[in-house]
């Protein structure tokens, strides 16, 4: 049945009651229906009241659930930015700890650090994106949705689909060409030593820095290890070449002692600083591991043991890896004449010249 309501609400809305007891409302304008979740008369009627409000002054319904918010977490009203930024780096470990450790101290973060979380706009926000990096950008996004999880943030301070594109610079493998220069230029033997082993294995610069002498397993040529980023198993088994470089490193402990203390920031610097010298751009590490997944593909090396390689749990991965390496498809007709389960299609007639040299 139709309950008749204050004069004001006969303008948009009006509320009734369902045969099972629940209250309801109807938008006359949009004609839409909606349950109010309850079945008590004067609770349907203050809500539908609120959302009257809401629709003639969003900006003092905003407010006033801030006031809720804050009467409902005392320590909201004085939470600020620096607060959550200080609070994340405490659920971290090791080389994510240090890299929160140092996003936070960003320059581009100083116009939030001290602005409650509960107070921010959307304006705050975007002066901190305005001509900021990548990283800027990830970690706002990170730090955001931080407070959000922990209830500190009613609601986005931006909408998901409203921040702004993360745009990454363009990576691309390291040639053959390039790692000769860079090698033939290094002066340090284990770093010479460690830029042929990220060529030849293609593990990140962590996982290969960090390789001991008992990942290697000299009866199956196998190198076997946790990867460092996500803990999933990688296996590689080499072959002559890597073999030799193995023979000359540590038997015991790690294959690269110096290498293996250092920072992951300082293992990037030493190799920029050699890219400079012998006039090579555009690479990074990581490099080695586009490389070496190009390289996989080029020569139809079977995607699963790529996978296995480089310790990936997802083909999507690898192909993302893979995704520049060029590879000229022989024929499918080809495949399907040699293979013995495929006698649709005839073998095609030999040519004159063919007749005469047999």
Known sequence: MFITM????????????????????????????ESLHTRDKDEAFRLVAAKKGT????????????????????????????????????LKRGDTHRRW???????????????????????HFLKVLEGACVSTNIYLRRIHNFALD?????????????????????????????????????????????????????????DMATLCAEDIDWSTRAISYARMKTGSQAVIHFGDTVAKILQSLPRTGYLFPQIACW??????????RRCRLVDVSGVSLHSYRYAWA??????????????LALGHNSTALHRAYARKA????????????????????????E????VVNA
């Open 6 to 33: 204050k004069h004001e609400m006969k303008q948009r809305y009006r509320v009734f009651r369902r045969g099972w007891g629940t209250y309801y409302y109807e938008d006359l304008v949009t004609k839409k229906q």
């Open 55 to 90: 629709d003639k002054a969003p900006g003092f319904s905003l407010h006033l659930a801030r006031v809720y918010w804050k009467a409902s977490d005392p320590v909201g009203a004085t939470r600020t930015w620096q607060h959550v930024m200080d609070e994340i780096p405490k």
């Open 101 to 123: 450790l140092t996003a936070i101290k960003d320059k581009a973060f100083d116009p939030i650090r001290n602005v409650v979380v509960l107070e921010t706009q959307a304006e």
């Open 150 to 206: 922990m209830n500190w943030l009613p609601w986005p301070v931006i909408p998901k689909k409203r921040w702004p594109a993360i745009v990454f610079k363009e990576k691309r493998a390291i040639t053959w060409e390039e790692h000769q220069k860079i090698v033939a230029g290094e002066s340090n033997a284990e770093l010479r030593v460690y830029y042929e082993l990220l060529w030849h294995l293609g593990g990140s610069q962590t």
């Open 263 to 272: 920072k992951e920031s300082d293992r990037g610097k030493a190799f920029i």
């Open 294 to 307: 190009e390289r996989a593909k080029m020569c139809a090396y079977p995607e699963r043991f790529a996978q």
């Open 326 to 349: 060029k590879v000229e498809l022989p024929p499918l007709e080809d495949y399907e004449r040699q293979h013995p389960k495929f006698t649709v299609l005839p073998k095609p007639p």
């Open 351 to 354: 040519t004159p010249a063919q």
